[in-house]
């Protein structure tokens, strides 16, 4: 397995979401705000169209010391020499994945359930992503929300940390943090604001206060 997780707040991608429709700009406001992991995914992208945004957003990573994940494409990942990849449930198991990209990398998988959690724990990934939690459009083809009972149940499940997904906003934060979750992972509640360096650093605020309580 790779380093410890060192990040509660991971941003996905999808320029569909951005406002004004510049990923890489609206990236870079949100790496400002204070966002340490981005996963890029772009799944409509061949690896011809990938590699050169993965490019740009390995050097804005790089420049604010984060991490940058690709979805799915292990060789986009060692192309761009990204810190890991993301995998869903058409990708490479984790294990085949690790033996293509090393101890050293980065592995999160996508779950739904109880068993995906431990599928995943037991093939060598380090990290999870659960939900969705909430509706959101872009998570619906998934089915119906899992709600904050099963967030709840996969994080004491869990040996991997967890990262609660599907409409996650700071408003929402508070009831996430208290089924015991301390990770969260987001797509349009940063993208989409009008400026993502202050949707980024309103989670990153929301995170602060709840550890002092």
């Known amino acids: 397995m790779a380093d410890t997780i060192d990040f509660n707040l991971y941003l996905i991608t999808d320029r569909r979401q951005v406002s004004g429709g510049d990923l890489v700009r609206a990236v870079c406001s949100a790496l400002r705000g204070g966002v340490r992991a981005v996963q890029l995914r772009e799944k409509d992208l061949t690896a011809r169209e990938l590699l050169p945004l993965a490019r740009e957003l390995r050097l804005l990573t790089h420049d604010f010391g984060a991490r940058l994940l690709i979805n799915d494409r292990i060789d986009v990942a060692l192309a761009v020499e990204a810190d890991g990849v993301h995998l869903g449930g058409g990708s490479l198991p984790p294990a085949e994945a690790r033996a293509i990209l090393g101890p050293n990398r980065l592995i999160g998988v996508s779950t739904h359930h109880r068993s995906e ?3 995943a724990a ?3 990934a380090d990290f999870v992503t659960f939900g969705p939690i909430y509706f959101t459009p ?5 089915g119906a929300p899992v709600g904050l009972a ?6 004491v ?3 991997l940390p967890v990262f609660a997904l599907g409409g996650v906003t700071p408003d929402r934060l508070p009831e996430l943090l208290e089924t015991g979750c301390r990770r969260v992972a987001c797509i349009g509640a940063i993208l989409a604001a009008f400026s993502p360096e ?3 650093g309103n989670f990153l605020n929301r995170f602060k206060s ?3 309580i």
């Open 157 to 159: 499940l869990s040996t």
């Open 138 to 142: 872009s998570k619906a083809p998934y």
């Open 117 to 119: 959690i431990l599928a």
């Open 122 to 124: 037991a093939h060598g």
């Open 150 to 155: 099963a967030l709840r149940d996969a994080c």
């Open 210 to 212: 709840w550890e002092t």
């Open 198 to 200: 202050t949707a980024a």
